[in-house]
């Protein structure tokens, strides 16, 4: 994956000028960084000025759900609604349009809805109908208008108006939820590779730091150079210098919504 490749090569640009220092210091890099890669790769880094977060793999996950919920929702409402059988075209006739409903929105501004009823005939047979929902779209017609109808051929009591434009309007819950299960699936997999190479780093550093004299305390190295990489490479806060000499040079940020 080209993106993960970008953030790996960063992360391993920034830990080489800690090979040349003392076994203790490239040990307590290794273990830094490796940490912080596992960390973004699970959760997610937080940005402590109020940026957006990036999200971590269980991030991912919840929009892989959503995303997929998303391309289902015009199967579920067009099922629901008939709409998916109302496979065939007639002209009906305008019966008469009920009074509007006026419901006022957040804003404070008012939409009105309006019952429709139409007569078509299917078969020889007459069908005059009540519209199940109320539109906004039935207010603009008026008793005797002619206007071209979807019905179901196997229920030809069961109509809509404008069917044609719902299901497009559905559709694009489909392409929304689309884009975000691609995204999500590419994003899952980055940070995948994000956890697997951070944890190989982390098991090297303490596997390094293992053959260190006893008594030998990283912590605080481990903390100070967290600190710059993810300053470094993710672009929080700044670089912190003083405790490790010779701090690696400041890496360009990485995307925070990758």
């Known amino acids: 994956m080209k993106l993960f490749s970008g953030l790996k090569q960063k992360a391993i640009d920034f830990l080489e000028p800690y090979k040349t220092k003392e076994p203790a210091t490239y040990a307590a890099a290794e ?10 790769g699970f959760f997610g880094i937080d940005n402590q000025f109020g940026q957006k977060k990036r999200p971590g793999i269980f991030g991912t996950i919840g929009g892989i759900v959503l995303g997929v919920i998303f391309m289902f929702i015009p199967t579920f409402f067009g099922n629901l609604s008939g709409i998916n059988d109302m496979t065939a ?9 009920g009074p509007a409903n006026y419901i006022k929105n957040s804003n404070g501004n008012s939409s009105a809805s309006c019952p429709l009823t139409v007569s078509y005939t299917i078969n020889g047979q007459e069908h005059t ?6 539109s906004s779209n039935y207010c603009s017609l008026s008793a005797g208008q002619i206007i ?39 994003t899952f997999f980055i940070r995948l590779f994000s956890i697997i190479f951070g944890w190989k780093l982390l098991k090297d550093g303490r596997r390094n730091a293992a053959n260190l004299p006893a008594g030998t305390n990283l912590q605080t190295m481990i903390d100070e ?24 040079p400041t890496q360009g940020p990485v995307n925070p919504n990758i």
């Open 129 to 134: 109908n009540r519209s199940p929902i109320a």
């Open 89 to 97: 075209v007639t002209s009906a006739t305008v019966v008469s349009v």
């Open 148 to 186: 071209t109808i979807n019905y179901n051929p196997a229920n030809p009591g069961s109509w809509a108006y404008g069917a044609k434009t719902i299901s497009n309007f559905l559709q694009i819950f489909f392409w929304a939820g689309l884009l975000a299960l691609i995204s999500s699936i590419i």
């Open 225 to 248: 150079i967290k600190r710059n990489f993810t300053a470094s490479i993710f672009g929080f806060g700044s670089a912190q210098s003083g405790y490790i000499p010779g701090t690696p």
């Open 31 to 40: 273990q830094a960084i490796g940490a912080i890669l596992i960390t973004d």
